[in-house]
């Protein structure tokens, strides 16, 4: 079917419009704007400082109650799933209340090998969670000399 210049250069003006209607409106959904920020409870006892800080820069986001909130994060539908992402990381594994639900490090090693943690579409907007094979082996050894097999501290 022939479709003219002229229709195409008519309604793409109004599809554009649309667009910016929709993104504005869906700023008002209140989901992922209320940021909640929990006290610390209780964290692992860390066998070094150097263990935590990679703790912190590659896991601490997700899987703390010390996330650290971009200002994309504001932004729907941006906000929609970084707070469904960060509800989900606290209910796996929170570090800021290790008493509560702690796991094992062998389970969290697992993960960090597998290469499933952190997410392959965290790391390209959060550099210091971009860890090298040795910060990876370093961190892997620190949680199991941290927590130990069952994941509770020693």
Not at 22 to 49: C, D, K, M, R, Y
Not at 52 to 61: G, I
Request: glycine share 4%.
């Amino acid at each position: 079917m022939f479709r003219s210049p002229y229709l195409q250069r008519k309604w793409l003006p109004r599809w554009a419009a649309m667009a910016v209607l929709l993104v504005a409106a869906i700023q008002l959904v209140p989901f992922g704007h209320g940021h909640s920020a929990p006290p610390v409870v209780h964290e692992p006892v860390w066998n070094t400082p150097q263990t935590r800080q990679l703790a912190v820069d590659a896991c601490y986001d997700c899987h703390s109650n010390q996330t650290q909130w971009p200002w994309y994060s504001n932004v729907a539908p941006i906000s929609w799933l970084n707070q469904f992402d960060v509800t989900l990381g606290r209910r796996a594994l929170n570090f800021s209340d290790w008493n509560a639900h702690p796991i094992s490090a062998s389970r969290i090693d697992r993960s960090i090998q597998r290469g499933s943690m952190p997410p392959f579409f965290y790391t390209p907007l959060h550099r210091s969670a971009q860890l090298t094979a040795a910060q990876k082996q370093q961190l892997i050894q620190g949680i199991e000399a941290s927590l130990g097999a069952s994941g509770s501290n020693p």
